[in-house]
C-alpha cells in the first residue's frame, strides 16, 4: 500500500527566509505521480507542482522548487524568499499509475506560518 | 478558480438524516473523484468515477454512495448520517486516463463543509 509521510507538522519562519517542507513516499509502483497541494486558511487545495517517478530532474518555477530523489523516496518542496501570503498548510500527494484507479493518498500535512 | 464547482458550500443537519453533495467538473474532464477531509482522518480518498463509470473506492462506509451522470456531473449521497460524519468534502477531477503526465492532475473544487449536529 502507498504511504506519504510528512514528518513537520508545523514550521513558523519569519518573512522572507526560504522553507523547505519534507515529503517521504512509499509505493511498490515503479510509475507514480507525485504532488504538492496548498490549503489556505479559507480551505480550498490548490494545486502547486506535480512530478513524474520517470523524471528526476529537479525544477525551478518562481519561488517554488523541488527536490526529487528516488533513491531515498522523497519529494521536498522548497518556498525561497517566503511570504505571509504563503500561510497555509502544504500536502505531498502520491497517486500510482495502477489499472484505471487514480486515487491520491496525502501526507498529514504540514502547517506553514510566515511571520512579518 | 480550478474550474470544480461544488454546492452547497456549507451543509448542517441531524444525525439520521440524508443528504446529496454536488460536483461539476473541469470543462472536458471525464474523472471525478471524492475526498474526506476530517480532523482525525485526515484527508482521504473516497471513490472515483471515470466517464459515469466507478473506477477506484476507498475508505468510503456503505452509508455513502455516489454516481456519475451522462453531463459528467458526480453527486455523494450520505445517508443515516452520524456525528462523526461532519467533515470537510472535496470533488476533484482530471482529463482521466490517457493523455499524458499533465492530464493526471487533480484540480478540487472548493469544498462542501459537512456539519451534523
Known amino acids: 500500500a502507498q504511504k506519504v509521510t510528512q514528518a513537520q507538522t508545523e514550521i513558523s519562519v519569519v518573512e522572507k527566509e526560504d522553507v523547505t517542507l519534507d515529503c517521504v513516499y512509499e509505493?511498490?509502483?515503479?510509475?507514480?505521480?507525485l504532488f504538492w497541494y496548498k490549503q489556505p486558511p479559507s480551505g480550498e487545495l490548490v494545486f502547486l507542482i506535480r512530478?513524474?517517478?520517470?523524471?528526476?530532474q529537479n525544477e525551478i518555477s518562481g519561488r517554488y522548487s523541488w527536490n526529487f530523489q528516488k533513491s531515498t523516496s522523497s519529494f521536498n518542496f522548497t518556498i525561497t524568499a517566503s511570504q505571509v501570503v504563503d500561510s497555509a498548510v502544504y500536502f505531498c500527494?502520491?497517486?500510482?499509475?495502477?489499472?484505471?484507479?487514480?486515487?491520491?493518498?496525502f501526507g498529514s500535512g504540514t502547517q506553514l506560518t510566515v511571520l512579518p | 478558480d480550478s474550474g470544480v464547482t461544488q454546492t452547497p458550500k456549507h451543509l448542517i443537519t441531524a444525525t439520521g438524516q440524508r443528504v446529496t453533495l454536488r460536483c461539476s467538473p473541469r470543462?472536458?474532464?471525464?474523472?471525478v473523484y471524492w475526498y474526506q477531509q476530517s480532523l482525525d482522518q485526515g484527508l482521504q480518498f473516497l471513490i472515483q468515477?471515470?466517464?459515469?463509470?466507478?473506477?477506484a473506492k476507498g475508505n468510503i462506509l456503505e452509508r455513502f454512495s455516489a454516481q456519475q451522470f451522462p453531463d459528467l456531473h458526480s453527486e455523494l449521497n450520505l445517508s443515516s448520517l452520524e456525528l462523526g460524519d461532519s467533515a470537510l468534502y472535496f470533488c476533484?477531477?482530471?482529463?482521466?486516463?490517457?493523455?499524458?503526465?499533465?492530464?493526471?492532475?487533480?484540480?478540487f473544487g472548493p469544498g462542501t463543509r459537512l456539519l451534523v449536529l
Open positions: 476533484a477531477s482530471s482529463v482521466g486516463l490517457a493523455g499524458g503526465p499533465h492530464q493526471e492532475t487533480q484540480y
Open positions: 509505493t511498490r509502483d515503479t510509475t507514480y505521480y
Open positions: 512530478r513524474n517517478s520517470f523524471d528526476e
Open positions: 500527494a502520491l497517486s500510482e499509475v495502477s489499472g484505471s484507479a487514480r486515487q491520491l493518498t
Open positions: 470543462s472536458g474532464d471525464l474523472s
Open positions: 468515477y471515470y466517464n459515469g463509470e466507478e473506477r
